[in-house]
């Protein structure tokens, strides 16, 4: 029970990280645009992230059960999975990179896996999950960000090109917040999910092993025998967490998107969360663990190269890559490391 608390903890702890950088995502290009004040931003942002958290479940399956081989993972596993991502939120955070702690948790995971199963390659579900699921997604999802919203912006500027600026700017003053919302809401139904996937995967794994099995009745609702659907004291308490992170230290990263690597207006915010918006929604019908970061931060690059390509601040677009590169290898092998050390007490 002790561990499984341990687990718990250090989910919201990586939830609460999640909410630097993911969260922070959302509402980037409508604080840098001055559309809303960022005590506004956040409270818009928890509000509709609750609201997709609470829409669905499919990334949540995906990534509690159809990444690794749930028969091998115990609630050490899921620790130590936990702990190599928020290590690297941390850091990433740190350096003021908005990098992915979508991939952070997913490397984690598979790293702490292939540790418990003694390195049998065999517990990651590579053709059926991590391949189709996220490592294709990874390699698609910027393109797809770059092009649309530098597609969407392109129309935007054809259609709007007779008005003033002072019309174009007070119109889509209003209607940022409608795609911003949409933003954090489209977040909440695929990264505020991830999170949920991890404990109730604890769930599973202590109710397999028997850790709840001494437990008093009021707290029955831990028990889990089978993996289905996310129970929703674990969304309301993850979608919570993440707005709190928001709110303490999201700053870092709206900065860096919303003013490093481009000047934005709220036509150009406009078209980014959009674009973003509509990638991440779709993927999480089909229950893709997608990096919402690589969306909003290619969505935004698109907008920027078609205000004027100079524009946007490469040398900030080049340190954010590598990020995304060192990512999933980085954070596997800390969980690999962390899985093996604990495996030898």
């Not at 928020?86 to 990179?97: E, M, P, R, V």
């Not at 912006?153 to 600026?165: D, Q, S, W, Y």
């Not at 889990?224 to 700053?251: D, N, Q, R, S, Y």
């Not at 524009?311 to 080049?318: L, Q």
């Amino acid at each position: 029970m002790l561990i499984f608390l341990a687990v718990v903890l250090a989910a919201i702890a990586f939830e609460y990280s999640n909410g630097f950088h993911d969260a922070a995502n959302a509402i980037a290009t409508v604080v840098s645009t001055k559309v809303l004040t960022p005590r506004q931003a956040i409270i818009m942002a928890a509000f509709f992230n609750l609201t997709g958290a609470l829409a669905g479940g499919a990334v949540a399956s995906t990534v509690g059960k159809g990444l690794v081989d749930t028969n091998v993972v115990t609630l050490a596993t899921v620790l130590c999975a936990l702990i190599a991502a928020f290590a690297w939120n941390i850091t990433t955070w740190w350096a003021g990179l908005p990098s992915s702690s979508s991939h952070a948790l997913i490397g984690g995971l598979c790293g702490a896996a292939l540790a418990t199963a003694h390195g049998n390659w065999s517990v990651l579900k590579w053709h059926t999950g991590l391949w189709p699921k996220v490592v294709v997604p990874m390699l698609i999802s910027p393109v797809a960000g770059f092009v649309l919203g530098g597609f969407l912006m392109f129309l935007l500027f054809v259609t709007l090109h007779r008005f003033t600026p002072y019309t174009v700017h007070s119109v889509f003053g209003k209607l940022q917040i409608f795609s911003a919302a949409w933003m954090a809401h489209s977040h909440g139904t695929n990264d505020a999910q991830k999170t949920m996937g991890i404990i109730t995967l604890a769930l599973f794994t202590g109710t397999k092993a028997g850790s709840f099995n001494e437990l008093p009745g009021w707290l029955h609702f831990l028990r889990t025998p089978t993996f289905g659907g996310i129970p929703a004291w674990v969304k309301i308490l993850c979608a919570l967490t993440m707005a709190a992170g928001t709110a303490a230290g999201g700053w870092r990263i709206i900065r860096t998107l919303g003013h490093r690597m481009v000047k934005l207006q709220p036509v150009h915010g406009f078209a980014a969360e959009t674009s973003a918006a509509l990638i991440i929604q779709g993927a999480s019908l089909y229950g893709i663990p997608l990096s919402t970061t690589h969306v909003i931060s290619t969505s935004i690059m698109g907008v920027g190269t078609v205000k004027r390509f100079s524009g946007v601040k490469w040398t900030v677009v080049e340190r954010i890559i590598w990020a995304w590169i060192f990512t999933l290898p980085a954070t596997g092998l800390i969980g690999f490391i962390f899985a093996r050390a604990a495996s030898a007490f």
